[in-house]
């Protein structure tokens, strides 16, 4: 299996692009085949893959499963969870075209259930808004760690994927500097996405070297993880939506208020921003070697 021509959808939120294929089976992409779909060059051109599979709890739509540039495996993606929402609203699971509309569906994920609510009134094409229930963000405190011989903060928190958090004010060189060094540190064996965050009155600039890709123009969970943050230590409010300034655009995060069951530092939030068919097409299957 992982062999066969594949027919996949083009899909981008905020410039962050994905490879959207509905299989029956997980095997039915290898992570070798899905960083040959991403190769910018060679391939389709993607930060990663999402595979739409048959859902395996009630109540859900589908179940994503993500396969990053380099074949890695992330729990969660934000970006793409949107995608994968807008096209099950429009397409369904099995591309079954249906009216365009504003439809509320769960999704399964490795980092556990997802509530999308999209909302779409332009058929197959152009952009939606999707609003997802990122459940909750559990911020785990500050962390040093030695980089170069010196030491760097960073805030730790989990938004069903690994994030560390620097505030300040940030090139483009520091992030390509700090970036896969914080991402590989032995302070996360698990590796981590890394968010270079600037709070500026009610909302925040932010760039994220995510963890199997580098820099993209916008990461969703990495909003969410910084914005859980900055209202943990009161720079930000809780229950407002909170501007996240991302290279590829915007994305509206609200932190709300702790509920009596949200102990160790978890945070419910939502996440609200836009996702787009670009194209559609056939991935042959590989040629035979030898």
Request: hydrophobic share 40%; proline share 5%.
């Amino acid at each position: 299996m992982g062999d066969e021509a594949l027919n996949f959808h083009k899909y981008e939120g905020l410039g962050n692009d994905f490879v959207v294929v509905e299989l029956a089976d997980e095997n039915g992409v290898s992570p070798d085949r899905a960083s040959s779909i991403c190769d910018r060059r060679y391939g389709v051109g993607a930060d990663g893959v999402l595979l739409v599979l048959p859902a395996r709890a009630d109540g859900c739509a589908a179940r994503m499963r993500v396969i990053n540039a380099d074949g890695s495996i992330p729990e969660m993606c934000g970006n793409g969870v949107r995608c994968v929402a807008l096209h099950i609203a429009r397409c369904g699971p099995a591309g079954a075209a249906r009216s365009p509309a504003n439809r509320t569906l769960t999704l399964e994920t490795d980092a556990g259930t997802r509530t999308c609510t999209v909302e779409d009134g332009t058929g197959v094409d152009g952009e939606g808004f999707v609003t997802v229930d990122m459940g909750v963000v559990r911020v785990l405190g500050e962390r040093s760690i030695d980089v170069d011989g010196k030491p760097v903060r960073v805030h730790v928190a989990d938004a069903g994927n690994p994030h560390a958090v620097l505030f300040g004010t940030f090139a483009r060189a520091d992030v390509e500097r700090l970036g896969p060094r914080i991402a590989t540190h032995p302070a996360f064996p698990r590796g981590t996405n890394v968010g270079f965050a600037h709070v500026s009155g009610d909302a925040v600039d932010l760039v994220v070297w995510e963890r199997g890709v580098g820099i993209t123009l916008a990461c969703g969970t990495g909003a969410c993880a910084t914005a859980a943050v900055a209202c943990a230590d009161g720079l930000l409010p809780r229950d407002a939506s909170i501007a996240v300034h991302l290279p590829g655009g915007r994305l509206d995060v609200t932190v709300h208020a702790r509920s009596a069951a949200e102990r160790g530092g978890g945070q419910r939030v939502t996440m609200r921003g836009p996702a787009r068919r670009v194209f559609s097409g056939t991935i042959a299957r590989p040629a035979a070697e030898g």
